[in-house]
């Protein structure tokens, strides 16, 4: 079984110390690919090092997160297409909208949302998309874009039905996390799996964040990582009435269409 872990955070500080554990649990665990969340110029930055040192395994995107959306301005702009026009980064993102926690102005994050789809359609590559109590902002600005980008990919879906259908309708893919792991919060997702085509379908960890809540044993620390997609495999596959193995073959082969990654 081999699947990809297309939402890492694997330049986050808790994996500073034992990363080479991590990538070989995450080996054992049967996920060899990981594309790794740029959220920052720096965090891109950090990440193409990983790529560097992994280029066969790790890949990156490139892009900033809503959360730091006000640093969005022409320099940003300019790093950010020169960090997308390397190799080993293969999408634009995150990038979106974020208004649970504003902690960047609407404004600000639906200025810097709009500038690197903007670079997206101008390198052709897909986007790796963040939306967090923003749908209706979030689809009315991809909608105008959508014409012009190769492809994108809502991340952490975590949305209502009506959310999923226009996702869907708009042909934009969807990312699943630990989030439906979770019987407070994510039980809705489940009858909504079904739904989604098996070559617009992904599944990410988000790593260290999400720790999937019906894992069993429970690590000690609460960090989640990427060995643990296994366990957002079983729940989706579950939901699906499919067999792990069968989500794993359609979830790899989607992200390896999507990222466009080189064969291996
Ligand atoms: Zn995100």
Known sequence: MELIDIGVNLTHESFHHDLADVLLR??????????????????????LALHALHPDRLFATAGLHPHHASEFDADTAAALRELACQ?????????????????????AQLRAFAGQLEIAAELQLPVFLHQRDAHADFIAVLRDFLPRLKDAVAHCFTGQENELEDCLSLGVAVGITGWICDERRGRHLLPLMARIPANRLMIETDAPYLLPRSLRPHPPSRRNEPAFLAEVAATVAAARNESIAQLAASTTAAAQQFFRLPQV
């Open 26 to 47: 995450a080996s054992r665990a049967g996920v060899h690919r990981m594309i790794i969340t740029g959220t920052s110029v720096q965090a891109t930055r950090d990440a």
């Open 87 to 107: 190799r080993g980064i293969v999408a634009l993102g995150e990038c979106g909208l974020d208004y649970f926690r504003n902690f960047s102005p609407r404004e």
